[in-house]
Nanobody, 123 residues
Framework: QVQLLVSGGGLVEAGGSLRLSCATS????????MGWFRQAPGEEREFVGV???????FYADSVKGRFTISRDNAKNTVTLQMNSLNPDDTAVYYC?????????????????WGRGTQVTVSS
């Protein structure tokens, strides 16, 4: 059974930091592209960043330089470190996975999804 368990999130003031984690099971983690997406109220879900199974991480322009994705293949976990948060980062954040090479950035490219976690940034 494939599971993506997302933890972290919460309420933080503007300028603060939060860390999200996504623990996977049921898949060969080292072969997964692990992506993060977010959905703000009234908006479509958007790409945040991806850690491909081989190669460098890739980020949306809106988070580049503030967010960092890291993965631990030994623990089957990917994390999203979010710094310098602002109210525009308020959204439900999702972890997603797909067994493929390359750098998937579209929601439709992902097969497996975790439950979202709320991130709220107050001004």
């Amino acid at each position: 059974q494939v599971q993506l368990l997302v933890s972290g999130g919460g309420l933080v003031e503007a300028g603060g930091s939060l860390r999200l984690s996504c623990a996977t099971s049921g898949l060969t983690f080292s072969l997964l592209a692990m992506g993060w997406f977010r959905q703000a109220p009234g908006e479509e879900r958007e790409f945040v960043g991806v850690s491909p199974w081989r190669g460098s991480t890739f980020y949306a322009d809106s988070v580049k330089g503030r967010f960092t994705i890291s993965r631990d293949n030994a623990k089957n976990t990917v994390t999203l470190q979010m710094n310098s948060l602002n109210p525009d980062d308020t959204a439900v954040y999702y972890c997603a996975a797909v067994l493929r090479s390359g750098v998937p950035v579209r929601e439709s490219e992902y097969i497996y999804w975790g439950r979202g976690t709320q991130v709220t940034v107050s001004s």
